[in-house]
């Protein structure tokens, strides 16, 4: 089994930052890709950036220019650098990675997904 453990999320004022980042654990030949989506109130997840193996990354627009993705390859982790935060930014954020498992016979890629950490912009 993968497990994802989540952690940095919180209270932060309007134009604050706050880093999250999201560690993999269990049986782990490779992963793909790491990233982060999120989940606001009556709104559906959606994503909000990750990074691949060659350190290829996307952004949704909304977050482009004030946060950061970054990974360790070597540690199974995922980071998420954001600055300049505005209520609009206040969701449920998921870490989310492709991980490839060797189940004998076969080596096989599953989505796992991470429990979630509040993240609340707020004066």
């Known amino acids: 089994q993968v497990q994802l453990v989540e952690s940095g999320g919180g209270l932060v004022q309007p134009g604050g930052s706050l880093s999250l980042s999201c560690a993999a654990s269990?049986?782990?030949?490779?992963?793909?890709?790491m990233g982060w989506y999120r989940q606001a109130a009556g709104k559906e997840r959606e994503l909000v950036a990750n990074?691949?193996?060659?350190?290829?990354?996307n952004y949704a627009d909304s977050v482009k220019g004030r946060f950061t993705i970054s990974r360790d390859s070597a540690e199974d982790t995922v980071y998420l650098q954001m600055s300049s935060l505005k209520s609009e930014d206040t969701a449920v954020y998921y870490c989310?990675?492709?991980?490839?498992?060797?189940?004998?016979?076969?080596?096989?890629?599953?989505?796992?997904w991470g429990q979630g950490t509040q993240v609340t912009v707020s004066s």
């Open positions: 989310h990675a492709e991980v490839a498992t060797y189940v004998q016979p076969y080596l096989i890629e599953n989505d796992y």
């Open positions: 269990g049986n782990i030949f490779n992963i793909n890709t």
């Open positions: 990074i691949s193996s060659d350190d290829s990354t």
